[in-house]
């Protein structure tokens, strides 16, 4: 009970650090659980996370009226454009010496923008195994532990899955390009039917960086960090010379980018292009079940695999309600919500949960989704290639734009 006590004072206190990582090894108890529940009743959560999509959007408001209904906890989603956002924001309050109070709770964050806050020291933990619902938590999935190949450490909560895909309508494109030189020559042969959100957007830099990986095979600079690189230019030649070549075939001759993934969709429906970038294998699925594409959708990945990781949620060092966080964190793992996210009409997310560790009657509920026709199995979606190191999808994305960024 000490420990409990203590450590619902942790919670909340303004501390600069998180709890001892060798006193959360075990995680919470029962009782230790019971106190950061009793801390985070009446909390409000400022959730930073991505607001591009309103079936994300609708997710996360379901998410907020259990977490307010079950345990008290207010959840206000701040709809942000570009992550790099909230981090700026967090950074700038701690060199403001604003250590408590930050105005940023949670954020849904990936790749290079963890690797700034946690290099910057910004984030609060290690929480993440400590949660309760930890012990669902398919640890054999190396991307539950692991961020753009850094360790997470417990400083972040994984929450989905996610393997890139294309979509594309059979009806019109009966055998998509299933590599990225096919993908170059089909474009040529069919200029302005393909092109991809404009980088910076998650989405757009995610399409640089499989063109990469594509092209260059197993590369091991990847994994490293990009100034690391024996040969920058060596290791991105292919690349750039694709997207030379690539652009003026793009849709409207690579002077206009859709700026969002949900743009890409609207392209297809309309008409305008036949291929989209996907991180989500059931967005196709899903956005069928609403009437945004047509019936006939569908996706498929690259002949040697594409790129895989899990969308995690981290807690920032300066936030004042950190046990209310925790608790939006642990129910994002839980099987309610995870069941509700894989369901096709809602969001189509992969889950991070082993079907082996849950209770009977939640793995039934996974077993009994329809997970859409345009979804493909696990085995056809085959074995993730790994990220490269978050690095690299900064200097790809500095680079495109220096190269290929439409001007004002």
């Known amino acids: 009970m000490k420990y409990a006590l203590a450590f619902a004072t942790l919670l909340a206190t303004p501390a600069l650090a998180g709890p001892d990582p060798e006193s959360l090894s075990d995680g919470l108890s029962a009782e230790e659980w019971q106190a950061v529940l009793e801390a985070a009743e009446g909390q409000t959560v ?3 996370a991505w607001g591009g999509s309103t079936t994300t959007n609708a997710f996360i408001d379901w998410v907020g ?21 909230a981090v700026s924001r967090v950074l700038a309050e701690q060199q403001a010496g604003q250590n408590e109070g930050g105005a940023v709770d949670m954020i849904w964050i990936n790749g290079p923008n963890f690797a ?16 309760p619902n930890w012990q669902y938590v398919d640890v054999e999935n190396k991307d539950v532990r692991t961020d753009f190949t850094l360790p997470v450490e417990g400083y972040e909560a994984p929450w989905a899955m996610a393997q890139v895909v294309f979509i594309y309508d059979e009806a019109r494109l009966p055998e998509p390009p299933r590599s990225v030189p096919a993908l170059l020559e089909w474009a040529k042969a069919n200029p302005g039917r393909f092109t991809f959100p404009q980088p910076p957007d998650f989405l757009g830099s995610t399409f640089l960086k499989q063109a990469l990986i594509d092209l260059n095979g197993d590369d091991p600079a990847l994994s490293e960090p990009v100034e690391a690189a024996a040969d920058y230019a060596a290791s991105t030649e ?11 075939n793009l849709w409207r001759q690579g002077r206009a980018y859709p700026q969002t993934g949900p743009r890409q969709l609207q392209l297809i429906a309309d008409g305008e292009v036949d291929i989209a970038i996907s991180f989500s ?7 069928i079940a609403n009437n945004e594409l047509p019936p006939t ?23 004042s309600v950190k046990s209310g966080a925790m608790v939006v964190a642990n129910f994002l793992m839980s099987p309610v919500a995870q069941v509700r996210a894989q369901d096709p009409e809602v969001l189509g997310y992969g889950t991070v949960l082993s079907m082996d560790k849950l209770p009977e009657a939640d793995r039934a509920a996974f077993e009994a989704l329809d997970l859409g026709v345009a979804t493909l199995s696990p085995a056809e979606l085959g074995k993730a290639q790994p990220e490269p190191h978050p690095s690299w999808m900064t200097k790809l994305t500095e680079e495109w734009i220096e190269k290929h960024g439409v001007k004002e």
Do not use: C
Not at 68 to 81: A, C, P, R
């Open 297 to 319: 959708a569908r996706t498929y990945v690259l002949e040697n695999g594409t790129i895989g990781n899990a969308s995690f949620v981290a807690i920032p060092y300066n936030s």
């Open 65 to 85: 009226s259990r977490v307010k209904e079950e345990y008290g906890v207010t959840l206000e989603h701040v709809k942000l454009s570009d992550t790099a956002d």
């Open 281 to 287: 294998p059931g967005e196709a699925s899903t956005a």
């Open 238 to 248: 292919a690349l750039w010379s694709f997207i030379d070549d690539l652009t003026p």
């Open 46 to 48: 400022y959730w930073n």
């Open 116 to 131: 700034a806050m946690k290099g910057q020291n910004l984030l609060f933990g290690p929480f993440a195994e400590a949660l």
